[in-house]
């Protein structure tokens, strides 16, 4: 079974959400795993269980991603949602998602302890021809898919004793508009990026 690292509560990020609507570069990947992280740590000293509902068990199942995503969904207020990125780590699902009654405004929702939290405004430079480049329904990549990806991806990475931190979902651009499964896997002495497609099928490993 694949191994997730709990996030740490520690994590030092800023509290701004920036959006980078083009490349697929790791350190992007990066800026948006800790944004979520510390949101997720912000979320959780509003929710007087949160602690308890973190050790019960986490999200990353077939299930727990459906019923995050939903969650944000009603909160939201569309179906499907059209967002920008998805990010999955242990606990937390984080997505990026335009509010349907303001098609131009990108805001962060974040999924934490059996919560959603308050949107926060994303700044993405109210670049819209680039908004609209990146966004996909979320009902185009499906939670089976991503845990085929994630399944996948510690023998893919070839780091025997690794763990998964988070998995990301968005499009490929600048090189193309297809959707990845991006996921980030850590050992005790390096670390890969192992990519999917829409179908969890292993890609490329960087």
Request: glycine content about 8%; aromatic content about 2%.
């Amino acid at each position: 079974m694949t191994t997730f690292t709990r996030i740490g509560l520690g994590l030092a990020a800023t509290a701004v959400s920036i959006s980078v609507l083009t490349g697929c570069a790791k350190l992007d990947d990066i800026k948006a795993i800790t944004d979520a992280a510390t949101t997720a740590v912000e979320q959780l000293g509003d929710v007087t269980d949160g602690l308890t509902e973190i050790a019960a068990g986490d999200v990353v199942t077939v299930d727990g991603i459906d019923k995050a995503l939903n969650a944000i969904s009603e909160r939201v207020g569309t179906g499907p949602m059209n967002v920008v990125e998805i990010v999955i780590t242990q606990q937390v699902v984080t997505v990026q998602a335009i509010d349907p009654a303001a098609p131009a405004e990108l805001n962060q929702w974040t999924y934490t302890a059996g919560h959603v939290g308050d949107l926060r405004p994303v700044d993405y430079d109210e670049d819209t021809e680039a908004l609209q480049q990146n966004l996909f329904p979320v009902t185009d990549v499906p939670s089976t898919a991503i845990m085929t990806a994630v399944d996948n991806a510690i023998g893919a990475s070839g780091i025997a004793d690794g763990d998964v931190q988070s998995v990301v979902v968005k499009r490929n651009l600048p090189f193309g508009d297809d959707l990845q499964i991006l996921v980030n896997v850590q050992g005790e002495r390096s670390n890969k990026q192992v990519r999917a497609d829409v179908t969890g099928r292993v890609t490329e490993v960087l």
